[in-house]
């Protein structure tokens, strides 16, 4: 208890201490705020420069955070409005298809001069799906940074596989 006692003491005084060494500096230097007196001679210092502008104003004085606030909103609205626009084919005006001829009695009717073939079948060769497979090997090895013997072989197969994949491909 008496440690605690001796050392508000201490603070105290050095606080007071503190505020007495404030006190003279202030009557040092005169009042911020009353015009100096007469008498004493004014002391020729260089003007201060103004305050500097606080960081977060940009252009014409508007902070960051406005300019941002404003892109979103601009954002929010652009993507709004492409969603109540129309999405295009439903208009009379808009041409016919290729493929369809239409009546000079009804445009609103058309009819298909041909029947829609079928799309056509993709065949991918086996090398190519081995192909794939290796890179997903090679690129999971690179990913977890497994760079021992196991990644050159599997990057020796990839490449190998890769050029029977281009060979077995082109026409």
């Known amino acids: 208890m008496a440690t605690d006692r001796d050392e508000q ?14 006190a003279e500096m202030g009557a040092r230097m005169g009042s911020m705020f009353e015009p100096a ?7 020729a210092g260089p003007p201060t ?5 606080p960081a977060g104003l940009g252009l014409q004085g508007r902070p960051r955070w406005w300019w941002a606030a404003a892109v979103v909103v601009l954002f929010v609205a652009g993507t709004a409005f492409g ?3 129309p999405k295009g084919g439903g208009g009379s005006d808009s041409p016919s298809p290729p493929g369809t001829t239409t009546t000079p009695s009804s445009r609103a009717q058309a009819i298909p001069t ?5 799309p056509p079948s993709t065949v991918v060769p086996d090398d190519c ?9 090679v690129i999971s090895r690179l990913i977890r940074n497994n760079r021992d013997n196991r990644l050159a072989l599997a990057l020796r197969d990839y490449t190998v ?9 082109s026409p």
Request: charged share 40%; net charge negative; aromatic share 4%.
């Open 49 to 53: 420069p103004p305050p500097p502008a």
């Open 37 to 43: 007196e007469d008498d004493e001679p004014e002391r």
């Open 161 to 169: 596989a890769s050029q029977a994949c281009r060979r077995e491909a």
């Open 129 to 137: 799906l081995e192909t794939a497979e290796l890179a997903d090997e």
């Open 9 to 22: 003491l201490r603070q105290q005084r050095e606080l007071e201490e503190i505020r007495r060494s404030f």
């Open 83 to 85: 969603y109540l626009l």
């Open 114 to 118: 041909r029947p829609k073939a079928a």
